[in-house]
């Protein structure tokens, strides 16, 4: 099967914890995001990589880091949760600028 | 301001209506993607297109680049059509795709 894989699916953790979701893609694309939709249900772009490289880095708290070890994986890593992380992040990954693939989100919920 | 400006925000239909959406775009886009939001959270790609119209069951989308303009057309509405749908202007050279604010739809038996 390729798609855009997401883990985990819920995560739940108190504030001023580290957290970390991985993602990877099986479509051969060369460009991976983060997304981030808020309470508004408003999609954010935080982070684009192509090919491993950092072209988009939107502006976000310190405490968000992206992490790529290959064009197929993105991770993102959040140092020290505050209650506003709270959300529903999304990973996509498109080839060569055009259609853009989902993954099924990881929904944060930070007590 | 916004790029892709999306209308309506929110819509009702009963069963067996139909209805449009839209999304206009404030700079040429080469072009145009739709998705639906299910109720698990999901974007679920409904059409992709650089011009002309696609059809899919009974979503018809159109894409006027030069116009800056898309709409999804949705006929025939059923009970699982309910969801949100977004219209978004694929990753150009900024890599950075860019969403509407979603039209929130639902439907009525």
């Known amino acids: 099967e390729t798609a855009v894989f997401q883990t985990p699916n819920y995560h739940v953790t108190q504030v001023g914890n580290e957290v970390s979701f991985n993602c990877k893609q099986t479509l051969g694309h060369d460009t991976m995001y983060w997304y981030k939709q808020d309470s508004k249900k408003l999609l954010k772009i935080m982070f684009s990589y192509n090919n491993k490289q950092l072209i988009v880095n939107e502006t976000v708290p310190r405490r968000f880091s992206p992490q790529s070890s290959d064009k197929a994986h993105l991770n993102l890593r959040i140092k020290s949760v505050e209650p506003e992380d709270s959300a529903v992040y999304l990973c996509a990954s498109s080839s060569q600028g055009t259609e853009v693939f989902f993954g099924k989100g990881t929904r944060l919920t930070v007590v | 301001g916004d790029q892709v400006e999306q209308s309506p925000s929110a819509l009702s239909l009963h069963e067996g209506t139909g209805s449009a959406l839209r999304c206009n775009f404030t700079?040429?886009?080469?072009?145009v993607q739709w998705f639906r939001k299910n109720s698990r959270g999901s974007l679920i790609n409904l059409f992709y297109l650089a011009s002309g119209t696609k059809e899919n069951g009974r979503l018809k989308s159109a894409f006027d680049s030069k116009e800056r303009y898309s709409t999804l057309h949705i006929r025939d509405a059923q009970l699982e059509d309910s969801g949100t749908y977004f219209c978004?202007?694929?990753?150009?050279?900024?890599?950075?795709?860019?969403f509407g604010k979603g039209t929130s739809l639902v439907v009525h038996p």
């Open positions: 978004a202007a694929p990753p150009g050279g900024n890599y950075k795709p860019t």
């Open positions: 700079t040429t886009m080469r072009a």
